[in-house]
């Protein structure tokens, strides 16, 4: 079966630091997105990935950085943690960029900036 | 570009209920549809889905049907449950869209025993 796993269910961090948030998957799947989920605002997303080396910012890409150095592995940074980016961060991948496929996603990650 | 607007929530019924979510779309190509929901403190997983005009999709006792002329892809299910609580979400995924999806915002369901 299709598993996506993000590496902390909950982070705590302060103001400042440098935040990385990662994400793997089983499926050999070309495409690997990253979103923020907050009340009220839905599904926005950040950056996305292709394929390996390669990435496209999304809508909110502001603070952000990512890094796919291996294709089943994408990593969500956080230069220097503010706030506003107190959230819940879901990764998801689907097969390909070629065919309109399902998105499959993590549990999300609950990160608190204090 | 690409948008979803779905029926705004938090939607609350009583156990056994019937239940729409309605679910409209615009595309500049043939999109896939689908229908994901979230349950409290999990990610989103895949409900159903449907990849072209008429087909419908279902699972768990939950339908949708894409309809091309109405650019809508409604779902439904006939009896609810209190286990069917959560959050549900309507998105497209346009094959010239590098394989990204548009989503909705999310209808809240809450089913009361």
């Known amino acids: 079966d299709v598993k996506v796993t993000q590496s902390s269910r909950y982070l705590v961090k302060r103001t400042g630091e440098k935040v990385f948030l990662e994400c793997v998957q089983d499926?050999?799947?070309?495409?690997m997105f990253w979103y923020r989920q907050d009340p009220g605002l839905g599904l926005r997303l950040i950056y996305f990935s292709y394929d390996v080396k390669m990435k496209e910012k999304g809508d909110i890409p502001e603070g952000y950085s990512v890094s796919r150095e291996k294709k089943e592995r994408f990593s969500l940074i956080l230069e220097s943690a503010s706030t506003n980016q107190t959230s819940m961060y879901l990764c998801?991948?689907?097969?390909?960029?070629?065919?309109?496929?399902?998105?499959?996603f993590g549990d999300g990650t609950r990160l608190s900036i204090l | 570009g690409d948008s979803v607007t779905q029926m705004e929530g938090p939607v609350t019924l009583s156990e056994e209920a019937f239940l729409t979510i309605n679910c409209t779309y615009t595309a500049t190509g043939y999109p896939s549809l689908f229908w994901y929901v979230q349950y409290p403190g999990e990610g989103l997983q895949l409900l159903l889905k449907a990849t072209k005009a008429d087909d419908k999709g279902s699972n768990k006792g939950f339908e949708a049907t894409y309809r091309k002329e109405t650019t809508s892809f409604h779902l439904e299910k006939g009896s609810v449950q209190v286990s069917d609580s959560a959050v549900y979400f309507c998105a497209l995924s346009d094959r010239g869209n590098a394989g990204k999806s548009t989503f909705g915002d999310g209808t809240t369901l809450t089913v009361k025993p």
């Open positions: 998801a991948s689907s097969l390909s960029a070629r065919v309109s496929q399902p998105q499959h």
């Open positions: 499926m050999d799947h070309e495409n």
